[in-house]
Nanobody, 116 residues
C-alpha cells in the first residue's frame, strides 16, 4: 500500500523557518522523482518544488526560490522541504507527491500558517 505522510507543519511568525518531512512507503522511493505542492484557502494547488530520483536535480516555483530547499534521503525513504524567511503568502496546506504510478498518490497534507 502506497503511503505518503507529511509532518513538521505548524504556526510560525513571518521571517521564521519550518522543515517539512514526507515519509514514503509502498513503492521504490529511490527510483522516482518527488515534489511538494501547496494549496491556500480558496486557491488551486500549485507546485512548490520538485526533486529528481537521485536528488541531483531540483526546481522551484519563482515565489519560493532562494527561501525554500527541497532534499531527500533515499536511505530513509523521506523527502524534506526546508522553508526559511517565511511570509504570510506561504500560508497553505502542503502536500507531497511522487512520480510513481503517474503521480496518483498524495499525502494527507499538512497545514503551514505564517502569522504574527
Amino acid at each position: 500500500q502506497v503511503q505518503l505522510v507529511e509532518s513538521g507543519g505548524g504556526l510560525v511568525q513571518p521571517g521564521g523557518s519550518l522543515r517539512l518531512s514526507c515519509a514514503a512507503s509502498g513503492f521504490p522511493f529511490s527510483r522516482y522523482g518527488m515534489s511538494w505542492h501547496r494549496q491556500a484557502s480558496g486557491k488551486g494547488r500549485e507546485l512548490v518544488a520538485l526533486i529528481s530520483a537521485a536528488g541531483g536535480t531540483t526546481n522551484y516555483a519563482d515565489s519560493v526560490k532562494g527561501r525554500f530547499t527541497i532534499s531527500r534521503d533515499n536511505a530513509r525513504n523521506t523527502m524534506y522541504l526546508q522553508m526559511n524567511n517565511l511570509k504570510p503568502d506561504d500560508t497553505a496546506v502542503y502536500y507531497c507527491n511522487s512520480d510513481f504510478d503517474s503521480g496518483q498518490y498524495w499525502g494527507q497534507g499538512i497545514q503551514v500558517t505564517v502569522s504574527s
